[in-house]
């Protein structure tokens, strides 16, 4: 009779045991549509995937890393725990350690214990949580295409049962396609924010504002568009062969007043003299950059340099400085290189101007001193020549262009009601 009952009780604890799972993975689901479906903000819904994960899983960490179709990497960017230097920094190539033999194979795998020791396990020195003793790696698949892998990390053995696993496979697909609609809207926002930027960026060649003002606008609307410490625009003077900064949105005294930098030299006189975009990962420690001093004491991290071309012709580069490290991708490049190539328009447009607005004031000028030595030949009898060069004489002795003796001469003589000039007596 007592066995009877044990068996009675067994099966009633097994039963109630599998209705607290349903119930708590009915409320995780719920959670799941309550807020991670909620929002269209990626680093809101990272977040609540984080913590839904840690929920079903009961880890002591959980990390979530994003598929970089680019680069075909995946790249950590949500943790449980604080890695700030970390989170965005720090990526994986696929099949690479435990996380991307799942990305690779788009398999779930657990490993309860002395997780070291799997032949796929991959140390990364820099992330605590890799010391652990269980590990679970579950990767996230949207319509056949891959969003990312969620770990679950446990500092003691740990035994994820069958009902678990299926558990977090139906949150991992639940969080992918929160991500992938996330990444959706991020990515049109961006698309919005880029064509913004250079809407401002074409607005301001066709404005009235003078070189200086247009090109300070430029480098103010870019850092914050890229969101950048510095941005800065260097023109290239062709007689010294050096590169100088002409505008900057930066406030470091230390930064604007760098030297100019020799063609060839530093990573902007190489973006110059090999006419290309140059991307440096940590300015502080490459060797090619030649103010690591500064670089540390701004903060400077990252930097992507383009050169400036118009019709051929290269005018200076454009730089762009993070203060944390970036992998710049294509898109920034080219994003980087338009606004640059739209810059180098500007700056040549403007210079056509100017010259054009030279000629014709010399030409105006001309005229001027033309009518002038008229004025003179027929009023006192003077050749050419003499006349020229007593107009000359004139503007030396009094410290004044040519062009306001001229205007003078014209302007008594007709006060005196003098009729039009003319080079030659009768």
Known sequence: MSLRRSKKQETAGKSYGEIDLLRRSLGLLQRITRTIWSTLDLDTVLKHSIGVVAEATGADAVLLYLYDKERDELVLRAASRPHPDLVGGLSLKMGEGITGWAAKHRESVSVHEKAWKDPRF????????????????????RRDRLIGVINAHHNRPHRHSGETLDLVEVVAQQVGGAIENALLYEEARKRAEQLDMLSKVSGAMVSSQYLDEILQLIVSVTANQMRSKICSLMLLDTDKQALIIAATQSLSEEYKNKPPIPVGQSVSGLAVRDRKAISIRDVQSDVRYAYPDVARKEGLKSL??????????????????????????????????????????????????TEAI?????????????????????????????????????????????????????????????????????
Do not use: W
């Not at 605590?128 to 996230?140: S, T």
């Not at 383009?306 to 490290?325: C, E, F, H, K, W």
């Not at 003179?376 to 040519?402: H, T, V, W, Y």
């Open 122 to 141: 991959k140390l990364i020195s820099d992330l605590p949580e890799d010391k652990c003793e269980a590990f679970l790696a579950v990767p996230m698949v």
């Open 304 to 353: 992507l340099c383009v050169p400036m071309m118009a019709q051929d012709r290269i005018l200076g580069v454009l730089n762009l400085y993070t203060t944390s490290i970036r992998d710049f991708t294509d898109e920034d490049v080219r994003l980087l290189q338009t606004i640059a190539n739209q810059a180098a328009a500007a700056i040549q447009n403007t210079r056509l101007l």
């Open 358 to 426: 030279k000629m014709r004031e010399a030409l105006e000028t001309r005229k001027l001193i033309e009518r002038a030595k008229g004025i003179i030949q027929n009023e006192m009898g003077l050749n050419e020549d003499k006349a020229f060069r007593l107009i000359q004489k004139k503007s030396m002795d009094s410290c004044k262009p040519m062009k306001e003796i001229a205007e003078a001469i014209i302007l008594s003589h007709e006060m005196r009601g003098g009729g039009p000039a003319r080079k030659d007596r009768p």
